[in-house]
């Protein structure tokens, strides 16, 4: 569903991913996880046209995107729940789903899709007429994963989902991933909680220092003696 | 008392005005962070279109305005893409030293046409003024009133309530989630820079009436003001703008009033820096917080 190859991006001098090649299969959940400015969201961001990249090619549903502006993805089936969430804080929760709909203009399935995320997340319809800023951490990460269900996507691009959240929350967080993924859509989770990321994920790819050094099923992973090492804290 | 309701009329008819073209100032600031500097002088190209047409092409004054306000939304349009977008990504500094830049351009280009001597305003209403007791308002000031009014309330619903006003919105706190929603940022600020400068064209249509010489510097001072009215009640926020705009406007006429005229610009000084003292973000500005 998703194809990305040889994809080389710098920051001005420094370069920060190196031929970085992987595919997200159709119903799949796939993760990469790495350390902190290993080059997680960078891919994300290139992916998304957000951020310019030098070299490679991304193909979604067997199409090149690599040239298609930033605003346009969406429209295609590809969203994005970006780094630190960007709810727009002066908006309320309502309207923030709104705009996750932006793209959309089939009112009934909007509607129906306004459900869906209150019933993910009933927090939010508590809190609908409240705006995005008075949210907690962890409601404000549900809403940026409800807003961008909205879209009805195909491919969900979820950037460090359980940043910043408690031990519970973190685990209400994966299961709903789960069970979006369950109800049809791909995706694709870059996480810094390599364990919480391998155990919902289908495969994974480890990247270090802007390159992917390993790749596998999550099962496979979750036993590799390097990565329990580096990233699950347990030899 | 008659002197201070009298004053107070005429402030809210500057206020009002000075809020119309603040609105702009802060629509823009909101969307793209920009003092527009050039707003102003889009005062100025209202006010030409409007004698060239009635003056020298003799058309109908209400087909004039309604030349004018396009005329006005070309140029706010044509400025944008020409000068500001290719700065987009630049520091913050060039893009203001260009709308510097563009004001001195179309004051100068004016200059070069229309030669320094103002021209007479050619639309003006003559209706007798309504008199209450000692409290006189004019028809003009009423108007202006009530068309400055009805315009911010369709321009409040405009952004609360449809779909291109949450765009707005939406562009204006954070661009690129706004992109990954699915919306067309350079859309949004061409529109953004369209409404505000049909309403600067309206602004200028009743800034003119009150004060009927055309001159190639006519946008400075109401700029100027509208600006700091836009800064009083908090760049970025539109009901901030209004709110600047009012206060503006009546500070002034009281203390032309009370005091005397020479000091009426001392005093909107004065009670901008005193908000800006205490409350740094303007009266209804808020600010910047964000949770991690």
């Not at chain 1, 400015?37 to 193909?59: D, H, R």
């Not at chain 2, 179309?106 to 030669?115: G, T």
């Not at chain 2, 004060?211 to 800064?231: E, H």
Request: net charge neutral.
């Amino acid at each position: 569903m998703l194809k990305i190859s040889n994809m080389n991006l710098f920051y001005g001098a420094i370069h920060a991913l190196h031929d970085i090649t992987f595919h997200v299969n159709e119903g799949e959940i796939v993760t990469l996880i790495g350390a902190n400015g290993a080059g997680k969201t960078s891919i994300l961001n290139a992916v998304s046209a957000i951020v310019p990249y030098k070299e490679g090619e991304v193909q979604f549903n067997g199409e090149s995107i690599t040239k298609v502006p930033a605003y346009q993805l969406i429209y295609r089936g590809l969203a994005h729940v970006p780094e630190g969430r960007r709810v727009f804080a002066r908006m309320s929760v309502k309207e923030n789903l709104e705009m996750g709909a932006f793209s959309r203009k089939d009112i009934k399935g909007i509607h129906a899709d306004a459900e869906r995320v209150y019933q993910h997340f009933p927090r939010l319809k508590e809190r609908r007429s409240q705006h995005a800023g008075t949210l907690s951490g962890g409601e404000q990460q549900m809403l940026a994963i409800g807003r961008a269900l909205m879209s009805n996507p195909k491919l969900l691009m979820m950037d460090e989902p359980s940043m910043g959240l408690s031990p519970i929350l973190v685990s209400e967080i994966f299961s709903i991933v789960r069970e979006i993924n369950k109800e049809g859509t791909t995706v694709l989770l870059v996480e810094q909680n390599a364990h919480m990321a391998l155990s919902v994920a289908n495969r994974g790819y480890v990247l270090e220092t802007g390159r992917i050094v390993l790749e596998g099923t999550a099962q496979a992973l979750l036993n590799n003696d390097d990565v329990k090492k580096a990233y699950l804290g347990t030899a | 008392m008659a002197l201070f309701f009298n004053q107070l009329i005429n402030g809210v008819h500057v206020g009002s005005i000075y809020a119309l073209i603040a609105l702009g100032y802060t629509m823009v600031y909101g969307i793209v962070k920009l003092i527009n500097f050039a707003h102003g002088d889009i005062l100025m190209v209202g006010a030409y279109t409007i004698v060239v047409m009635v003056n020298m092409l003799g058309l109908h004054p209400v087909l004039s305005i309604a030349i004018s306000v396009l005329m006005c939304i070309l140029f706010g349009v044509v400025i944008e893409w020409v000068a500001y977008r290719p700065l987009r990504a630049s520091p913050k500094i060039s893009s203001l030293i260009t709308a510097i830049g563009v004001s001195m351009l179309l004051q100068n280009v004016a200059l070069l046409i229309f030669s320094p001597t103002p021209k007479p305003y050619p639309i003006q209403v003559n209706v007798a003024p309504l008199q209450f007791w000692e409290i006189q308002i004019s028809f003009t000031t009423l108007l202006t009133f009530v068309v400055s009014v009805v315009l911010m309330v369709l321009l409040q619903g405009f952004v609360i309530s449809s779909k291109a006003g949450k765009s707005m919105r939406a562009v204006s706190e954070d661009t690129d989630a706004a992109m990954l929603m699915g919306i067309n940022v350079n859309h949004t600020i061409t529109m953004t820079f369209a409404v505000g400068c049909a309403l600067a064209a309206v602004g200028s249509l009743l800034y003119c009436m009150a004060y009927p010489a055309v001159s190639p510097t006519l946008g400075s001072l109401p700029g100027v003001k509208a600006f700091i009215a836009a800064v009083l009640g908090g760049i970025g926020m539109i009901p901030g703008a209004m709110l600047g705009g009012f206060i503006l406007g009546i500070a002034e006429s009281l203390t032309k009033g009370y005091i005397s005229s020479q000091m009426s610009d001392a005093v909107v000084y004065g009670i901008l820096i005193i908000v800006l003292l205490f409350k740094p973000a303007g009266l209804l500005g808020i600010g910047i917080r964000e949770k991690v």
